[in-house]
């Protein structure tokens, strides 16, 4: 019996372990939890035995579609109580198709079955002398690779590279004056200060300038469904930057916002993301960006819009509301900050068209628009950071014709 349950338990750990690769934060914790969880219901059903593990290892709405592929594809045996109950780990294989989507399907697969080919067949070993883990050209592959279309292996990859990613946003002035020899500014108090120190002979005169600092950055992230792959990857990207600098804050919104800036200052990435995990509670639903911005604009844009702040807009424009109320609310944004840019993945495609009314609404308010999706657009963003704001332009002009 003792033996019995020691390879049950493994089973339950290879579980984890697939499901872990494929991207569900899951520790050593969990899994005692779900043996526990398993010996407590029984296995009397399948069902059962489905939808306890479930309440194990699935924290949010976006990893449902993910373990329910998983589950099928490593318990996929009719007979799988039998099985279990003889300790027999299941052969696993790929099937050729499935109802549900081909993009997470591929990162199971790439969890279950590593190294093998699409055809499921595991290639020929080949002797390797040179490390060659992320050569020249598989990091070119990646940076231009589309955080949606990518596997397992491959976002694990960029993870590593979006950690090292930096945000030089160019100083601005601010009101205060810091002494500055070579400032043209006489600094009244300091040079009386100076004169005292000579009995009055000499009145050297102090100069002060301007005291230049990084203006605050403001993030606001959609984490609907039709953004939640993209969301996940750049969250990452802000958890890098936030632990890079100071005044940064970070809201998520999709039927409601959450200000996440507190989780993402913890260091450990994996603590950070699975708090906001729990403390966020519309992932991966609707998105009503008129009343989520309305609630920024009267809670928030006060606190974290001041000394010129930088505001990065992350969304589709997908409205579940179709604009209601959003173009006074982004009219009022727009006024509140320094600069916005509006991150939008679509962009990506070469035949966009501004045709939703959320998307109709926003435009005329952002002063830079840009594709967010890869590797490469996250490094051209920091770049255009890095350098001073150009003149306020209508980014509607480049659709002057498809909006008329």
């Not at 108090?189 to 100076?194: I, K, S, V, Y």
């Not at 501004?354 to 594709?371: C, N, Q, T, W, Y």
């Not at 967010?372 to 490094?379: G, Y």
Request: one cysteine or more.
């Amino acid at each position: 019996m003792t033996e019995r349950r020691g390879r049950f338990a493994q089973n339950i750990l290879y579980f984890a372990r697939t499901l872990r690769a494929a991207g569900l934060p899951i520790g050593p914790g969990k899994v005692l939890d779900a043996i526990r969880a398993v010996e407590t219901a029984g296995l009397k059903r399948r069902d059962d035995f489905y939808w306890t593990l479930h309440s194990v290892f699935v924290n949010r709405r976006d990893q449902r579609e993910l373990f329910d592929q998983a589950f099928h594809i490593f318990w996929r045996n009719p007979e799988i109580l039998e099985k279990m109950m003889s300790m027999m780990l299941p052969q696993m294989s790929v099937p050729e198709t499935s109802p549900e989507g081909p993009k997470t399907l591929q990162r199971v697969a790439d969890a279950i079955l590593p190294g093998q080919g699409e055809d499921g067949k595991e290639p020929e070993k080949e002797e390797v002398e040179i490390e060659a883990t992320l050569t020249f050209s598989d990091r070119e592959l990646l940076q231009s690779k589309d955080f949606e279309a990518m596997s397992a292996d491959e976002v694990a990859k960029a993870k590593r590279l979006i950690a090292n990613l930096r945000l030089p946003i160019v100083e601005v002035k601010t009101r205060r004056f810091v002494p500055n020899p070579a400032g043209r500014r006489v600094d009244m108090r300091r040079t009386m200060r100076a004169s005292l120190r000579s009995g009055g002979d000499v009145i050297p005169l102090q100069h002060r300038s301007r005291q230049r600092r990084h203006p605050p950055l403001v993030v606001l992230c959609d984490i609907s469904g039709s953004m939640s792959r993209y969301s996940r990857m750049l969250l990452h990207f802000l958890h890098a930057v936030t632990n890079d600098r100071d005044r940064v804050h970070t809201f998520l919104f999709g039927t409601r916002l959450t200000n996440v800036t507190r989780h993402l200052r913890n260091k450990d990435v994996d603590i950070a993301l699975d708090k906001i995990g729990q403390a966020v509670e519309d992932w991966s639903g609707g998105t009503r960006i008129g009343a989520t911005l309305h609630q920024f604009n009267n809670e928030w844009s006060r606190r974290v819009l001041g000394q010129g702040a930088v505001l990065l807009l992350i969304t589709d424009g997908l409205d579940r509301d179709a604009g209601a109320g959003l173009e006074a609310e982004m009219e009022r944004l727009h006024k509140s900050c320094r600069r916005l840019i509006w991150l939008n993945p679509l962009l990506r495609f070469e035949g966009f068209e501004p045709k939703s009314m959320g998307i109709r609404a926003i435009l005329p308010h952002v002063d830079e628009f840009r594709p967010v999706h890869n590797l490469d657009s996250l490094t051209e963003l920091a770049e255009a950071l890095g350098r001073p704001a150009p003149r306020a332009e209508e980014p509607r002009s480049m659709f002057k014709e498809t909006a008329a």
